[in-house]
């Protein structure tokens, strides 16, 4: 392990800020005598990335999955174990909010840090949750009750869709397809709710009026399947040659005086005894005349056999047989198949054929009477046979229809009850739309709330057993409160000021000797605390000097931030206590501190540098490398300068910014006083007080005379203690935090407008060390002069209101 960890010399990282990757050196290989490189100090503006950094670095300890990695020597990647990863720490604000908890208790402060603060973090985590399990459990169970009883309960509804449905008649439906009256099972009563349609109720009734109506007539031809009526062939009839054949007339014979008489009794419709005669006089048997009983010689038969034939010839005979030919039988009912079919299906139909064989009658009647005339004709027009055929027919045609409609419905019969018991279901479920949608709304309502309420149960459990598990976490005892007390003491150079003093499983914080509430517990105390337990964790579990013996790699994000500045000589002596301790215990030890204060980064090169000369000839020697942050990569940081110089950059940087810096704006302030008053004090020997009142010194300030005297003014009562006596605090004052974020930015931009006044190169000569352009800071400063510089009259007031309180 110790030669991966020593093995670091930067980080890949591709996440954030840098979502397209981008490598940064944390540490310089070994020098040419073989000293490694184990401590770095990272500066970084607020915004550079210094924060991405430190939270990947503390992903790659947790083990989680990420783009970034650690990579050495040619930037050859490293391969960390899990032991690896657990020795490399960081402390940084999620540090801070995660094992550091304060919790009030009557007048006194209860503290839980580490594992103690994980576990009633996440309590107070799982409370809210079982508060919110809590809610639900209710708001389902007053959901599952109002489903189970009460007016809109499941069973209250049923009980009124079935009304509902039976109201309107479902019962009396059913009774007339069925031939009983049916009672509304739970097996009817899902077939009614499955019958669901988006017809309207008028056309599921009518359909089911009109399917009734042929169930009936189903019902009532029982079982047996009805012929159809014939048709009449009226290709049968020639209407047209019998009216030729009746209006046809005979060429009369010559004939004697008996054949006269006998033609006569033909014209005169007598033709039958004319016949008759004919036959007695051909019937060889008979000798005596039937009507008159006169002897009949065969002589005179034959003579009168003759007579008749002359006056009936072959041409009457054949007009005889053609008129005969054409007789009409009468078309009876059951030839058409009438005593087949039910009466009602034949009214129609009988007066179609009654008025057919009307025709034919009298056709018939016609032909009789030109048989018993031969030589008469008869005249006659068209009787319109043909018309009463088609007539009868479309009456036979229509019936035909009704009969398979019928025979459709005997066939099937059980079909269609299934049709109209289907198309009831259908009436009822549309009678009790509404109340069926309430209840399939509650029923899936009461569904939701019981699964809700097995859930919230579950959970519930879950929750409890969590909650149990992290108190069972609280009562494990920590040992670390000397430990932290004594790092305490080291950062407030007091042992009783701040004090962790045992209470149950956990701590009370006591300043000298007194409780301590915790909205009195600032937030830079909380962060020494925090990171007082962090140098502690080193030890867990460890004999007392054998704390940091393994080897291990602290990251340490802003330790050092604007709340703690009170405290910043304090936490620069805690950091170099731990930081020897850390270093001289395990020489593979490494070390990673990043700030965005160039102040704190002089302080921090100030303490590594003194223990660099402590351990220099030890086995632990060391090398310190100070880097900036710049863009995707890391640089020489460069601290050959004065504490004027950073300063004075720190200035410039608050002066020219485009973004709010919180932590800038709570001291800027002191450091703008600090500047004029080391400026004055050093070049002239006088305070910030006396630099406007000097007429020497006044005179340079021209027509902005009046309101850089304001602004001086206003430096010299920031604090009550002056600087020139105490130039080092950075105590953050009160009156200055009076003015908006903008006006501060106008102040200092005023400073440097004085200080190019009183000499134009110096703020040049003392930037451009940190690679600001010259002509940047020309542009800016001549631009800040025209803020401070108007027209002789209406100058020195309209700069007195842009600065004003």
């Not at 930037?75 to 999620?94: G, P, Y």
Request: hydrophobic fraction near 35%.
């Amino acid at each position: 392990m110790s030669d991966r960890l020593s093995s670091i010399r930067g980080i890949h990282i591709q996440s954030g800020m840098f979502g397209s990757g981008a490598d940064f050196e944390l540490f310089r290989s070994p020098n040419e005598k073989g000293i490694p490189h184990r401590v770095s100090i990272l500066f970084g503006r607020n915004g550079s990335g210094k924060t991405t950094i430190s939270q990947q670095i503390g992903r790659i300890s947790a083990g989680e999955d990420c783009d970034s990695s650690f990579w050495g020597e040619a930037q050859s990647s490293i391969a960390l174990t899990a032991q690896d990863r657990n020795a490399i720490r960081v402390f940084d604000e999620e540090y801070v909010r995660k094992t550091v908890l304060l919790r009030e208790e009557g007048l006194d402060t209860i503290v839980m840090l580490g594992t103690k603060a994980q576990a009633q973090k996440r309590i107070d985590e799982i409370d809210v949750e079982l508060v919110e399990v809590g809610r639900r459990l209710v708001e389902w169970s007053v959901k599952k009750e109002a489903a189970e009883s009460g007016p809109e309960s499941l069973d209250s509804l049923l009980a009124k869709a079935k009304n509902e449905a039976k109201a309107a008649g479902w019962a009396e439906r059913s009774a007339d397809i069925t031939g009983s009256r049916s009672n509304l099972t739970s097996q009817k009563w899902d077939a009614i709710v499955a019958a669901e349609t988006d017809r309207s109720r008028h056309d599921v009734e009518t359909e089911y009026d009109e399917k009734l109506v042929k169930y009936k007539k189903a019902e009532g031809a029982g079982a047996t399947v009805i012929q159809k009526i014939k048709l009449i062939d009226s290709q049968r009839y020639s209407e047209a040659a019998l009216v030729s054949l009746l209006s046809k007339t005979l060429d009369e014979p010559i004939l004697t005086e008996r054949e006269e008489r006998i033609f006569s009794l033909v014209q005169n419709g007598k033709q039958q005894i004319v016949e008759y005669a004919k036959e007695i006089a051909s019937d060889e048997e008979i000798d005596t005349c039937p009507l008159c009983q006169q002897e009949l010689t065969t002589d005179y038969k034959e003579s009168l056999r003759q007579s008749v034939l002359k006056v009936l010839n072959d041409e009457v005979d054949s007009f005889k047989r053609d008129l005969e030919k054409l007789r009409i039988s009468p078309i009876e009912e059951n030839e058409l198949g009438f005593f087949e079919v039910p009466e009602n299906f034949l009214s129609q139909c009988r007066i179609a054929l009654e008025k057919v064989n009307d025709i034919i009658a009298e056709y018939n009647q016609l032909i009789e009477r030109r048989l018993r005339s031969l030589y008469e004709p008869v005249e006659t027009g068209d009787l319109n046979l043909s018309e009463a055929i088609s007539f009868f027919n479309t009456s036979a045609i229509n019936a035909n229809k009704e009969i398979d409609t019928l025979n459709d419905a005997v066939k099937g019969k059980t079909a269609l009850r299934q049709q109209l018991l289907s198309l009831n279901d259908q009436l009822a479920r549309i009678d009790a739309k509404a109340t069926i949608g309430r209840y399939e709304a509650t029923k899936k309502d009461l569904e939701e709330a019981k699964r809700e309420l097995d859930k919230a149960i579950e959970e519930r459990e879950k929750l409890t057993k969590k909650r149990q598990a992290e108190e069972a976490k609280m009562s494990l005892t920590d040992l670390a409160a000397n430990a932290i007390n004594g790092y305490l003491a080291n950062v407030f150079f007091d042992s009783t000021r701040f004090v962790l003093v045992p209470y149950a499983n956990v701590y009370k914080i006591e300043s000298h000797g007194k409780s301590v509430r915790p909205q009195d517990v600032s937030t830079g105390e909380r962060n020494i605390l925090a990171l007082c337990y962090f140098f502690s964790e080193g030890g867990r579990g460890k004999f007392e000097g054998s704390e940091d013996s393994d080897p291990q790699y602290l990251v340490l994000d802003d330790p050092i931030s604007s709340f703690d500045m009170e405290n910043r000589i304090g936490i620069c002596s805690l950091i170099r206590d731990r930081a020897a301790h850390v270093l001289e215990s395990n020489p593979n030890s490494l070390i990673t501190i990043t700030t965005h204060d160039i102040g704190i980064a002089s302080e921090l090169k100030h303490t590594f540098d003194d223990l660099g000369d402590v351990f220099k000839g030890t086995s632990n020697n060391f090398i310190t490398d100070y880097l900036e942050l710049s863009g995707d990569t890391t640089c020489d940081l460069p601290m050959r300068k004065s504490r004027y110089s950073i300063l004075l950059k720190r200035a410039y940087d608050f002066a020219i910014s485009s973004q709010e810096n919180e932590d800038e704006s709570y001291v800027i302030g002191n450091i703008l006083r600090r500047i004029l008053e080391g400026y004055s004090s050093f070049n002239y020997g006088i305070g910030i007080e006396r630099l406007s009142r000097d007429q020497d010194l006044a005179s340079r300030f021209g027509a902005a005379t009046r309101l850089i005297s304001s602004v001086m003014y206003r430096l010299a009562l920031n604090d009550e203690s002056h600087l020139k006596e105490c130039l080092d605090a950075l105590n953050p004052p009160i009156v200055f935090d009076r003015y908006s974020y903008q006006e501060k930015m106008t102040i200092a931009q005023c400073v440097f407008v004085i200080l190019d006044y009183l000499d134009e190169a110096h703020v040049v000569k003392q930037l451009v060390h940190f690679n600001i352009p010259k002509k940047d800071i020309e542009d800016h400063i001549g631009e800040w002069r025209k803020k401070f510089i108007s027209e002789e009259d209406e100058g020195h007031q309209s700069a007195k209101t842009e600065v004003s309180e």
